[in-house]
């Protein structure tokens, strides 16, 4: 009963206060400390695990598959204990602060395995992989949900959003920039340990732009109804069309997460050296900081909806292109991948945008806000998709047959590390948009349905 009093008195004086800059200068960081580690393994784990931990390729891919399953099974889990919790300190901060710890120290030991056996470095990785995956849930979730409890100004909300997801990009292209650049330089004094000194340096900035986030930024907008139960949430998840469709099409775009996972190798083995992963995001870094202003420009004049499909298209086009040209022209390769980093983000974004209209939906629809269950949904529909295309990507190594480092490919096999690197993504954007076409929940229909929740919130 105290604790609940605490809960109510935590909103009802943060309510009195509006979104502040540091509070949204502390949530961009946290953005960025999270795109450092979720990038970090993203895009290095598995020729870390292939190339120098000397794990082969499927079966990288396969305990990728297997950890990435058992923590999407564990994502609505705790979707449904956060949206349960009440603290004195809010639904999200503890959970916040505790997460980024364990993250960014799992992170260091997934990079630093010990010389063991081939089946003890096989349960090693699997072990510590599904463990960081839990500890990423824990942060990703509460991360995203607390954007929606922030600000009830819808205007400012999606300014949040947008921000954000262009600052997980900025982590995630620095880490890309600055990554490959480190990895060269250890291991040309210190040959293996480029990776695991650059989990290191990513896991302490990561730490203490998380940990900022945790502390500064505050939650203002409380759920209307009583604690919520299992059986409300899952009812929550059947009525919620606009949710379903949004997750589907979150899950069908798959196609990016190969070309991101195989774009190590691409600089590696096509273009010649690891350092090009800098060149290959200098472009992108370059033309971000306009998504802020590019979405929220488009989304008052068209329905998200629309603007997904017509990204998706032009996506597809510059993929295409540069599927067709080739990579001999470096310049050529840096530009097309600058302009499809503009389209794929603000796809992301979109997707986020529409997470948040169907949290408000289920408001609408039954009294409570599941912020917590909706972004872990997502994560599990993401994370499942990651399972797919983690294991797509180890067989796919195989098939074309990949040599580890130290070993020259052959021409079939840089061929085939370039059509998965472009013309995949570009096929399967394409349908990725078409579940998004059928969602209802949009301009006056959804416009008289925020009115009546403003409406009810008042009451």
């Known amino acids: 009963m105290e604790t609940a009093k605490r809960y109510d008195l935590y909103y009802e004086k943060n309510q009195k206060t509006t979104l502040r800059k540091r509070e949204t200068a502390a949530y961009i960081g946290g953005g960025f400390g999270n795109s450092l580690l979720s990038g970090l393994v993203n895009v290095f784990l598995m020729i870390y695990a292939t190339d120098i931990y000397g794990i082969p390729a499927l079966a990288v891919g396969s305990i990728f598959f297997v950890a990435k399953i058992v923590d999407a099974i564990s994502d609505p889990v705790f979707g449904i204990i956060v949206d349960k919790t009440r603290s004195s300190y809010g639904k999200f901060r503890p959970y916040l602060i505790c997460s980024s710890i364990a993250w960014a120290i799992l992170t260091v030991f997934l990079f630093n395995g010990p010389d063991i056996s081939d089946s003890g470095k096989v349960a090693y990785l699997l072990i510590l992989y599904i463990l960081w995956g ?101 009812s929550y998840l059947k009525i919620n069309r606009p949710l379903q469709l949004t997750l589907l099409a979150a899950f069908l775009g798959f196609g990016m997460p190969i070309s991101q996972g195989l774009s190590i190798y691409f600089a590696v083995n096509n273009l010649g050296s690891a350092s090009y992963m800098a060149l290959l995001n200098i472009p992108a870094l370059i033309v971000i900081p306009f998504i802020p ?76 806000r599941f912020e917590a269950i909706s972004f872990a949904v997502q994560a599990f529909a993401s994370k499942c998709q990651g399972a797919i295309s983690s294991f797509v990507i180890g067989l796919v190594l195989t098939i074309i047959g990949y040599q580890a480092a130290g070993h020259s490919q052959t021409p079939e096999t840089l061929e085939g590390l370039f059509l998965c690197f472009t013309f995949l993504p570009a096929v399967v954007g394409i349908i990725a948009a078409i579940p998004l076409l059928f969602i209802k929940f949009t301009g006056k229909a959804r416009e008289k349905v925020l009115m009546e929740i403003q409406q009810n919130r008042n009451k």
Not at 148 to 171: F, P
Not at 302 to 316: D, H, P, Q
Request: hydrophobic content about 50%; overall charge positive; aromatic content about 12%.
């Open 134 to 234: 839990f500890s990423f849930t824990l942060f990703d979730v509460p991360y995203w949900s607390i954007s929606t409890v922030m600000t009830q100004d819808e205007t400012k909300r999606t300014r949040l959003v947008s921000i954000a997801r262009v600052s997980t990009l900025v982590g995630m292209i620095l880490l890309m920039l600055a990554g490959g650049l480190i990895v060269a330089k250890v291991d040309s004094i210190s040959p293996g340990r480029g990776y695991s000194n650059l989990a290191i340096i990513a896991a302490v900035l990561a730490l203490l732009f998380m940990i900022m986030m945790a502390f500064v930024c505050k939650e203002r907008v409380k759920s209307t109804g009583e604690n919520i139960s299992v059986k409300q949430t899952l």
């Open 293 to 368: 202003v590019i979405v929220p420009f488009l989304t008052k004049r068209y329905e998200k909806k629309y603007v997904f499909l017509i990204c998706s298209i032009l996506n597809a086009l510059v993929l295409l292109c540069l599927w067709f040209v080739g990579y001999d022209n470096l310049g050529f390769v840096f530009t097309m991948n600058a302009i499809t980093t503009i389209f794929s983000l603000i796809n992301a974004t979109i997707i986020s945008l529409l997470i948040t209209d169907a949290i408000d939906y289920g408001e609408w629809k039954t009294g409570n």
